[in-house]
């Protein structure tokens, strides 16, 4: 680097300066590269003043010379001179001095500025720190739930296994069930008075009023007055056993349990009465649809057939997705009349009980409400020209309307009747949707107990279901009018009554779309 510099210098010039006051002569050796600043410093000194005064250079005509690294080359006959026109010593300092406070100044400015920044900076990182921990607590907190629910989830599993749910598991394969698990003698018998006996043919019978025994023994009072004990040869004591048996299969649903099975029975039994179905068809059959009653809903696991289908349950994969529910009911029916001993069809002839299981099966399977449309308008095309009673396909579809007009008849009984069973409806299916929440599957609106209420749940079901088929019903038997029709209407204009009272919010109506299985 030495060498550079040398070179450097060697391309220097010479310039001869003089001062006012000493006439000294002096030399200066400036390389081409320097500043004129620099320059005037080494003027300045070679002047042996401050690099602070103010200086002017002349040639030997009196000309000024710019002080800069391309200013003319002299010689020693025609040196610069050098005039030293404000030799004040202060101003330099006070210059140094103004420049050290402005410096001074700028470095304190800078130095606040940067303590603004630092002291923002570490706000604006503690408050990233502390959302970073609450985020963090936050993504801790919905692991933990997680967890928690893939723990509860694999309870109900575990459950379900340990307990038979068949909302998993088919009940086919547990026999258990299907045996009896008293016998008769715990079985106690019951002496019915007349007026129970006519009551219990009204629909405004109060079904609310009675123990489980009390309901066998009414069930079985139906089949002795009716003649079917002695239609199809039953043996008492097995008509017995197979309601004990029945009842049994029921579970304790809030719903679909065995009060709602004598319900549909006992407004089957009051049709019988009310239409005189004895004019218009044989005890076989009328045995048929009082027996497809008492097992329509066999063995109801509280859960729709929608929740079978979308949770791809036991009975779902069964079944194939068609009618799991009445489907299984019907073949828990069949499971106990397959045991001799709860069979009260064992007396009859093959052909007879071929007819018996093919009646009852058909008419278990339209209970179904996914099939509501289909059912009713083949039933309404039929009355649409004379309907005939002896045609067989007539009657069939007359019967599936029948047990299909039972199954819903709630609120075709009075207030007092009905109205419990309202909230017995929405608690079933809220427990299906909240568990449908927790397992991630759809919803139903009106199964939400966010969106559904009492009046809401059931002006659009009586009005755009109940009505229409039980007026259809009515052209075919005119006293159901009065007797069923009018008690509907009078339920609707109370519901709309309480709506408006409550202030509720637009009903969703019910349509066989979204009330898949019977109630
Ligand atoms: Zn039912």
Redesign the pocket.
């Known amino acids: 680097m030495e060498n550079c510099r040398l070179t450097s210098w060697a391309d220097a010039y010479d310039t001869k300066t003089s001062t006012q006051q000493a006439i000294i002569e002096e030399n200066i050796v400036f390389s081409k590269h320097s500043s004129s600043r620099d320059i005037h410093d080494l003027v300045a000194q070679a002047a042996g003043c401050s690099k602070y005064c103010a200086l002017t250079m002349k040639d030997t005509n009196g000309a000024h010379v710019s002080m800069s690294p391309t200013m003319p080359c002299n010689t020693p006959s025609t040196p610069y001179k050098v005039h030293i026109t404000q030799p004040t010593s202060n101003q330099g300092d006070s210059e140094v001095l103004t420049q050290l406070m402005s410096h001074v100044a700028d470095q304190f400015s800078k130095a606040f500025k940067v303590e603004e920044m630092r002291s923002e900076i570490s706000t604006r990182l503690s408050a990233l720190e502390r959302k970073l921990e609450i985020e963090g607590l936050k993504a801790v907190e919905i692991e933990k739930c997680k967890k928690d629910i893939s723990e509860i989830k694999d309870q109900i599993w575990t459950a379900q296994k340990k307990f038979v749910d068949f909302n998993r598991m088919s009940s086919l394969s547990d026999e258990r069930k299907i045996c009896l698990k008293r016998d008769i003698p715990a079985y106690p018998k019951y002496t019915l008075s007349d007026e129970t006996i006519d009551y219990l043919k009204q629909p405004t019978f109060d079904i609310w009023h009675w123990e489980p025994n009390e309901m066998l023994s009414l069930l079985e009072h139906m089949y002795h007055e009716l003649d079917l004990v002695k239609e199809f040869n039953m043996n008492p004591i097995t008509l017995k056993r197979w309601l004990l048996c029945v009842q049994e299969n029921y579970r304790n649903n809030p719903f679909?349990n065995f009060r709602?099975c004598f319900c549909?029975t006992q407004m089957m039994y009051g049709m019988v009465h009310l239409c005189k179905l004895w004019e218009y068809m044989t005890s076989e059959e009328i045995g048929i649809l009082l027996t497809a009653s008492v097992c329509?809903?066999l063995d109801h696991p509280g859960y729709n057939n929608t929740y079978q289908i979308n949770a791809r349950t036991e009975l779902a994969i069964r079944y194939n997705d068609i009618s799991p529910l009445e489907n299984h009911h019907c073949a828990v029916a069949f499971q106990i009349l397959s045991n001799p001993e709860t069979n009260i069809f064992s007396n009859v002839d093959k052909d007879t009980f071929k007819r018996v299981r093919a009646g009852i099966t058909q008419l278990i399977l339209a209970?179904d409400m996914a099939r509501h449309s289909e059912i009713i308008d083949s039933f309404k095309s039929k009355l649409a020209g004379k309907f005939d009673f002896k045609n067989k396909e007539q009657l069939d579809t007359l019967k599936m309307v029948l047990i299909k007009c039972c199954?819903i008849s709630n609120e075709v009984r009075p207030m007092e009747v009905s109205e419990p069973w309202v909230d017995c409806l929405l608690e079933e299916y809220f427990n299906q949707s909240d568990r449908e929440k927790m397992e991630g599957l759809p919803v139903a609106p009106f199964m939400d107990r966010d969106k559904v209420t009492k009046p809401t749940a059931q002006i659009g079901f009586i009005k755009f279901v109940l009505i229409p088929m039980f007026e259809t019903v009515s052209k075919l038997f005119p006293k159901i009018d009065a007797t069923m029709v009018e008690p509907l209407r009078t339920a609707r204009d109370r519901y709309e009554g309480m709506k408006e009272q409550t202030a509720a919010p637009p009903p969703q109506p019910k349509t066989e779309n979204t009330k898949k299985d019977?109630?």
């Open positions: 679909h709602h549909v329509h809903d209970t199954d019977g109630e």
